[in-house]
Nanobody
Framework: QVQLVESGGGLVQAGGSLRLSCVAS??????????TGWFRQAPGKERVFVSA????????DYDDSVKGRFTISRDNAKNTVYLQMNSMNPEDTAVYLC????????????????????WGQGTQVTVSS
């Protein structure tokens, strides 16, 4: 079992930055064996993929809407995955959720909700214009 807790959300003006953290606690398997992703869900909209990172950190990917502005990273010694968000705009307003799935592949990435087994509760991000 893996438990995920997000933090770092808040209110920021357009053009500003936030860094989200996702801290994991895993039993029976260390967190470094989990591909981790960030999704977001705006009010009245579906939960959509934002970014993912392989457990080795060697593979990353982003939705086109955040490429060049967001950076995902991880520190396996701290069981933590980060999402650095820069040049934010009001369209980034959403609840951001961390998700994880166990894999022996050091490079695999996953892009859909159904591919992830564990989810955090989310952290609210609001960008004002």
């Amino acid at each position: 079992q893996v438990q995920l807790v997000e933090s770092g959300g808040g209110l920021v003006q357009a053009g500003g930055s936030l860094r989200l953290s996702c801290v994991a606690s895993a039993s029976g398997r260390t967190f470094e064996w989990y591909t981790t992703g960030w999704f977001r869900q705006a009010p009245g909209k579906e939960r959509v993929f934002v970014s993912a990172i392989s457990w080795s950190g060697g593979s990353t990917d982003y939705d086109d809407s955040v490429k060049g502005r967001f950076t995902i990273s991880r520190d396996n010694a701290k069981n933590t995955v980060y999402l650095q968000m820069n040049s934010m705009n009001p369209e980034d307003t959403a609840v951001y959720l961390c998700a994880a799935v166990g894999t022996y592949s050091s490079t695999s990435l996953y892009y859909t909700r159904d591919e992830y087994d564990y989810w955090g509760q989310g952290t609210q991000v609001t960008v004002s214009s």
